[in-house]
Structure formats: C-alpha cells, structure tokens
C-alpha cells in the first residue's frame, strides 16, 4: 500500500521539501524508482528470452540513471550554491528525485509494449530502435514532472530555470557516457550474455566524433 501512495505521489508531483524530509520517505521513493527500472530492464533484455541477459539489464538499467543522477548531482550542486540558490537545494533535489522515479516508472509502464515488439519480431536492430524510442518516451515524462515541480522554485528565484537548462545538459552528457559504457542491454543473440562489451571503457563522444570525421573524409 505504501508503494502505491508513492507511486501516486510522484505520478502526481505533490511533492514538497517536507514529503521527502525522511529517511524512510525518500528510501521508498528510491526503492519503487530501483523496481521500476529493474522490471523495465528485466523485460528489455528478454529479446530472444535468454534469461542471463534478462538478469543483467535488470541490474544495468538502475545502475544506469542512478549512477548518471549521482555523478550529474555534485556539479549542479556547486551550481547552485554560486548561484545563491543553495537555500532551496533540498527542494530541488526532492524535483529531480521525482523526475527520476518518474522516468522509471514510465519505462515500467512501457514494458508490456516492448515485450510485444519483441514477440512481433526477430530483428535485432528493431529491438534496439524500438527501446530507444522507448527511453526517449520516458525520458520526456521525466522531464514533464521536472518542470512540473520546478515552477515553484523558479517563482522564488528566476535564477532556476537557469540550473534546470545546466542540469539537462550535465544529466544528458553524463547519461550517454554511462550508456555507451554499460551496453549491451538488449543484447545480441549470436553472442553470449555478458555484462560489458569488449572496449566498454572508451568514450562515446571519440567513437561519435571518428564516425563523423570518417564520414566527412569520404
């Protein structure tokens, strides 16, 4: 019953500081947050049903946006406090949180969907497409229930939407990064289940970059 009501309060964004302001609040928020990507994983890597892979994106898709939000949150906290906006970081931690937690449970919601293109279809580069389309879906939710709850800071101090611009552009530019580190999640049928790809550890933005230069040489 707990997680229900807390579900309904994200989903609603009836959030305050003080909702959040214990620690058992905020452990249930995390806690539907790291089930919701866990199941969404779960289902994105059941292409082709290997239940090893299923295992591992039901691990990686948590580790995925609660590493991006963990290492995307001390910057944009020096942000604010230069910007004299450290008297209200509570409060806007308690919005990214609920962005967050709403981003996740998009995906949960978005499972059975997947699960249904995975049985209309054997094509694997469908199967990726098709999840992109759905992190993309869920990412804009998220992004919904930011501004949603933003707006009363922003009344306090214009200075808000600033931050909220820094924060997008850290939380993507971070997001990618982890992506390109944690892949594969969906998983390719003619390799074996494993948890990081050969070359994990090289840097989206070169490999982008080179694709670009490669293309603009001819």
Known sequence: MRAI???DEILRASTS???YASAGRVMRVMTVAIAAGAFYGAIMGGFELRPMQMVISAVKVPMLLGVTFLISLPSFF???TLFGLRAEFEMT???LLTAQATLTLTLASLGPLTALCYCSTSDYDLAILFNGGVFALATVAGQIALRRSYRRLI???PSHRTMLRIW???YCFVGIQMAWVLRPFVGNPQAQPHFFREGAWSNAYVF???LIWNAVKG
């Open 5 to 7: 009501t807390s579900i």
């Open 17 to 19: 500081a003080r909702i």
């Open 78 to 80: 020096i942000f604010n």
């Open 93 to 95: 931690s308690t919005s």
């Open 155 to 157: 009344a306090l101090h």
């Open 168 to 170: 997008m552009a850290t």
């Open 208 to 210: 982008v970059g080179r």
